[in-house]
């Protein structure tokens, strides 16, 4: 094991010598009859933000899809390789997910390449082709008069939610089971300074403290 990382050697004998024996017969379960997580998570690849961390999740609890700045691409179904579509699809029509959660958050690298290379986007660039897909056909992202850069970034990192939500609906096996109410989606934004957390509340298209109670 030359060469691989101590921290995560120690790191693993902490959870075999503290966590595990605590969790061991879940493990078991989980061995032998699979998973069956309720929610499905859609992430950030960013180390700062773990959907397991921030919602308290022990094994078998969370399906997660993480990439660069929580993207859900519109339903496409062409020779290409779909990353995000096939963790989608497995978890709508194999595990059978009751909710999935689009988790966005503050300083998202992403969403920072994204703004820093509107005009134009970098051609050949993975990061840049990645991010391209935030945007319709036609539509312009722009920053407003008198908004700064930092409710800029906030604005857009919050708007890549919505967006996912939106292209969410494309996907026929999604839109099906959303319509007969047997699969909700959900939007969140994670204050990484603060460890604040915030839950969409679709109908008024607002961000709300999950410290607040229902409907405050």
């Given at each position: 094991?030359?060469?691989?990382?101590?921290?995560?050697?120690?790191?693993?004998?902490?959870?075999?010598?503290?966590?595990?024996?605590?969790?061991?017969s879940?493990?078991?379960e989980?061995?032998?009859?699979?998973?069956s997580?309720?929610?499905?998570?859609?992430?950030?690849?960013d180390?700062?933000v773990?959907?397991?961390?921030?919602?308290d999740?022990?094994?078998?609890?969370?399906?997660?899809?993480?990439?660069?700045?929580?993207?859900?691409?519109?339903?496409?179904p062409?020779?290409?390789?779909?990353?995000?579509?096939?963790?989608l699809?497995?978890?709508v029509?194999?595990l059978?997910?009751k909710?999935?959660?689009?988790?966005?958050?503050a300083?998202?690298g992403?969403?920072?390449?994204?703004?820093?290379n509107?005009?134009?986007?970098?051609?050949g660039?993975?990061?840049?082709?990645?991010m391209?897909?935030?945007i319709?056909?036609g539509?312009?992202?722009?920053?407003?008069?008198?908004?700064?850069?930092?409710?800029?970034t906030?604005?857009?990192?919050?708007?890549?939610v919505?967006?996912?939500?939106?292209n969410?609906?494309?996907?026929?096996f999604v839109?099906?089971?959303?319509?007969r109410?047997?699969?909700?989606?959900h939007?969140?934004?994670?204050?990484?300074?603060?460890?604040?957390?915030?839950?969409?509340?679709?109908?008024?298209k607002?961000?709300?403290?999950?410290?607040?109670?229902?409907?405050?």
């Amino acid at each position: 094991m030359t060469g691989f990382p101590q921290h995560l050697l120690e790191g693993y004998r902490t959870f075999t010598s503290q966590r595990l024996p605590t969790e061991q017969s879940r493990y078991r379960e989980l061995s032998e009859r699979g998973q069956s997580p309720q929610v499905m998570v859609i992430g950030c690849c960013d180390s700062r933000v773990s959907p397991e961390v921030i919602f308290d999740a022990g094994p078998g609890e969370l399906f997660v899809m993480r990439n660069i700045a929580n993207l859900v691409p519109v339903y496409q179904p062409d020779s290409g390789a779909h990353g995000v579509s096939a963790a989608l699809e497995y978890a709508v029509t194999v595990l059978r997910v009751k909710h999935i959660v689009v988790l966005g958050h503050a300083q998202c690298g992403g969403i920072r390449a994204f703004i820093d290379n509107i005009e134009p986007l970098s051609p050949g660039d993975f990061i840049g082709k990645w991010m391209a897909m935030f945007i319709k056909p036609g539509e312009t992202v722009s920053q407003r008069d008198h908004e700064t850069m930092a409710d800029f970034t906030v604005r857009i990192e919050k708007a890549a939610v919505f967006r996912s939500l939106e292209n969410l609906m494309t996907f026929p096996f999604v839109r099906t089971l959303v319509e007969r109410g047997e699969l909700q989606l959900h939007g969140a934004y994670f204050g990484v300074k603060e460890g604040s957390l915030f839950v969409l509340d679709q109908a008024a298209k607002e961000f709300h403290s999950a410290g607040e109670p229902a409907g405050g």
